[in-house]
C-alpha cells in the first residue's frame, strides 16, 4: 500500500504541489495562528515560549524566535488585520490545491462549477482553522500542566487529523471518491506527520540554531518554511 501511494505521490507531482500548498499555509496559516493566539491567551507568546520549552533553545536563538512569533502582541488590530487580509486572498488557494492533488492521485478531472467549488474551499478552510484555533487554545491552557496531560490528548488529535485527510479527498472531489479509498492514505500521512513531530524534536532545534546563526531572524522565518514544505509533501 504504502509503494503505490509513493507511485501516485510521483505522478501527481507531489513535490511541485507540495511546495505550493507550504507557500499557502505559510501566508495564511502562520499569521492567522499568531493573530488567534493574541486573543486565545492572556499569554499571546504562548506558542513562541512552547516552541522554546519543546525544543530545549537556549541564546540567541531562543530569544529570535520569541522575537519572530511574538511580534503580533504588541500590535494585536493590525495583525490580525493582516491576517484576515491574508486568509481572504490566499486562504482558498489551499482548497484548491489539495483538490488538484487529489485529482490527479484518484485520475479524476476538475469539474467547472467555480462557486460550487470556492464555497467547498471555504467550508474545508473554515475546518482547517478551527483546527488550529483548538490546538492554540488547548497549548494555552495546558502551559505549565504535567506531561502526562498532553500525552492522554494525544490520541484524540491523531483520530482528528485522521478524520480530516479521510474527509477532504471526498469532499474537494464532491464525492467522486468514496471513503473506503482515502482512509489508507489518511492513516500514512498521519503517520508520516507524527514522524514529523519526533523528527522535529531531534533536528529542527539544530535546524533553528543553524539558520538563526547565519541568517539572524530571517534564518527562523526559512527554518519554519523548511518544515512546513516537509509537513506539505507528507
Do not use: C
Request: net charge positive.
Amino acid at each position: 500500500v504504502a509503494l503505490g501511494w509513493f507511485e501516485r505521490y510521483r505522478a501527481a507531482d507531489g513535490q511541485l504541489y507540495a511546495l505550493l500548498l507550504a507557500a499557502y499555509l505559510f501566508v495564511t496559516l502562520l499569521p492567522a495562528g499568531l493573530a488567534m493566539a493574541t486573543y486565545a491567551s492572556r499569554d499571546p507568546t504562548v506558542i513562541a515560549d512552547n516552541l522554546v520549552d519543546r525544543l530545549d533553545l537556549h541564546g540567541a536563538t531562543a530569544a529570535l524566535v520569541r522575537e519572530v512569533l511574538s511580534g503580533a502582541s504588541g500590535h494585536q488590530f493590525t495583525a490580525t488585520l493582516i491576517a484576515v487580509a491574508s486568509v481572504v486572498t490566499f486562504g482558498l488557494g489551499i482548497g484548491r490545491t489539495l483538490q488538484l492533488v487529489y485529482g490527479r492521485v484518484w485520475s479524476i478531472p476538475p469539474q467547472r462549477n467555480a462557486l460550487s467549488d470556492s464555497v467547498r474551499y471555504l467550508v474545508w478552510l473554515l475546518v482547517f482553522l478551527f483546527g488550529s484555533l483548538l490546538y492554540i487554545v488547548e497549548e494555552s491552557l495546558l502551559k505549565g500542566a504535567a506531561g502526562w496531560v498532553e500525552w492522554a490528548i494525544a490520541p484524540l488529535w491523531v483520530l482528528a487529523t485522521v478524520a480530516l485527510f479521510a474527509w477532504s479527498p471526498v469532499y474537494l472531489l464532491h464525492g467522486r471518491v468514496g471513503v473506503r479509498h482515502t482512509i489508507p492514505g489518511a492513516l500514512l500521512t498521519t503517520a508520516g506527520l507524527i514522524g514529523l513531530r519526533i523528527l522535529s524534536s531531534y533536528q529542527l532545534a539544530n535546524w533553528l540554531n543553524w539558520y538563526s546563526k547565519y541568517y539572524g531572524g530571517i534564518g527562523i522565518v526559512m527554518a519554519i518554511f523548511f518544515w512546513i514544505v516537509l509537513a506539505s509533501s507528507v
